[in-house]
């Protein structure tokens, strides 16, 4: 959990009416779907899902350059097979060493 999200819980939690960090009407909720549509209405976006912002999340930490193994383990991959038939190619270093065949300035000319 990022210290943002640890955040928000607490407050919920610290303005919380009952036991319950994310109720409604005094009770808990048992499921966001409702309230995630919603919220993707009111953003209007289309097409959005918890499975979008899954897939999302894990393009941003490949990305930024999170080894695959920690991005595996954050998706809860069995193993990072998985993670790097996906999302290597989001990683800024994925293929650099290969490109540097194609990189035609280092061509010499032949005489």
């Given at each position: 959990m990022n210290d943002g999200a640890?955040?928000?819980?607490?407050?919920a939690h610290n303005g919380a009416l009952t036991e319950y960090v994310i109720e409604w009407n005094g009770k808990p909720v048992s499921s966001i779907k409702t309230s995630f549509r919603k919220a993707v209405a009111a953003a209007k976006l289309e097409n959005a899902s918890p499975h979008v912002l899954r897939h999302s999340a894990?393009?941003?930490?490949?990305?930024?350059?999170v080894p695959m193994q920690k991005i595996s383990q954050y998706l809860g991959h069995s193993n990072t097979a998985i993670t790097e038939s996906t999302y290597a190619r989001y990683?800024?270093?994925?293929?650099?060493e290969d490109s540097s065949i194609l990189d035609f300035t280092r061509i010499r000319k032949v005489q």
């Open positions: 640890h955040t928000a819980l607490q407050e894990a393009v941003h930490l490949a990305a930024a350059g990683a800024p270093d994925h293929l650099r």
